[in-house]
């Protein structure tokens, strides 16, 4: 019969062996474990609010003015 302890260990998917919850790498074979969906999604919604704001920055950014082309501010106030 297994302890309550020793169920909550998982299993590694390459080789088999058990590990600790909380284990990022098999020490047995050193398998990356726990890298699932939803670290994929988590970095996929990452991806998408950075170019959300760098496309929301670029869209409002003022227009800079041409230095060939007279302002109002440079007609009305003379040098």
Same mark, same amino acid.
């Given at each position: 019969?297994?302890?309550?302890?020793?169920? @909550?260990?998982?299993? +590694?998917?390459? #080789? /088999?062996?058990?590990?600790?919850? @909380?284990?990022?790498? +098999?020490?047995? #074979? /050193?398998?990356?474990?726990?890298?699932?969906?939803?670290?994929?999604?988590?970095?996929?919604?990452?991806?998408?609010?950075?170019?959300?704001?760098?496309?929301?920055?670029?869209?409002?950014?003022?227009?800079?003015?041409?230095?060939?082309?007279?302002?109002?501010?440079?007609?009305?106030?003379?040098?």
């Amino acid at each position: 019969m297994t302890s309550m302890a020793e169920s @909550r260990y998982k299993e +590694c998917r390459h #080789c /088999g062996n058990r590990v600790h919850p @909380r284990t990022r790498q +098999c020490p047995f #074979c /050193g398998e990356v474990i726990g890298a699932g969906w939803f670290s994929l999604v988590g970095t996929a919604m990452l991806v998408l609010v950075v170019l959300g704001l760098l496309t929301y920055a670029a869209c409002n950014r003022t227009p800079s003015p041409s230095p060939g082309r007279a302002t109002a501010a440079s007609i009305l106030l003379p040098e």
